[in-house]
């Protein structure tokens, strides 16, 4: 059974950072591109970031050099480092794999999703 589990979401001050985790289990997740997406009440799942399997990152304009994504192939586990965090990144996170794109109909697998709380 696939399953890809989220974790590290919390709260934080305005300008803090954190540091989520994405946990693939049931398949080898080596030649997938492992994305985060993110969803604000009332909102859209946005795209926030990828990597694809030969570790090429791309990155929402919005979270652009503030967030930092990368895996562990040999854990099947890839992260989101997001730093310098604004009230608007609150949202809840979701974890994904699939195909190397900024589309969420892309990816195939996804996690339950973890809450991101940003105080001002």
């Known amino acids: 059974q696939v399953q890809l589990v989220e974790s590290g979401g919390g709260l934080v001050q305005a300008g803090g950072s954190l540091r989520l985790s994405c946990d693939a289990s049931?398949?080898?997740?080596?030649?997938?591109?492992m994305g985060w997406f993110r969803q604000a009440p009332g909102k859209e799942r946005a795209f926030v970031a990828t990597?694809?399997?030969?570790?090429?990152?791309a990155y929402a304009p919005s979270v652009k050099g503030r967030f930092t994504i990368s895996r562990d192939n040999a854990k099947n586990t890839h992260y989101l480092q997001m730093n310098a965090l604004k009230p608007e990144d609150a949202a809840v996170y979701y974890c994904?794999?699939?195909?190397?794109?900024?589309?969420?109909?892309?990816?195939?697998?996804w996690g339950q999703g973890t809450q991101v709380t940003v105080s001002s």
């Open positions: 990597i694809s399997a030969n570790s090429y990152a």
């Open positions: 994904a794999a699939g195909v190397y794109s900024v589309r969420a109909q892309d990816y195939d697998y």
């Open positions: 049931g398949r080898t997740f080596s030649d997938l591109a």
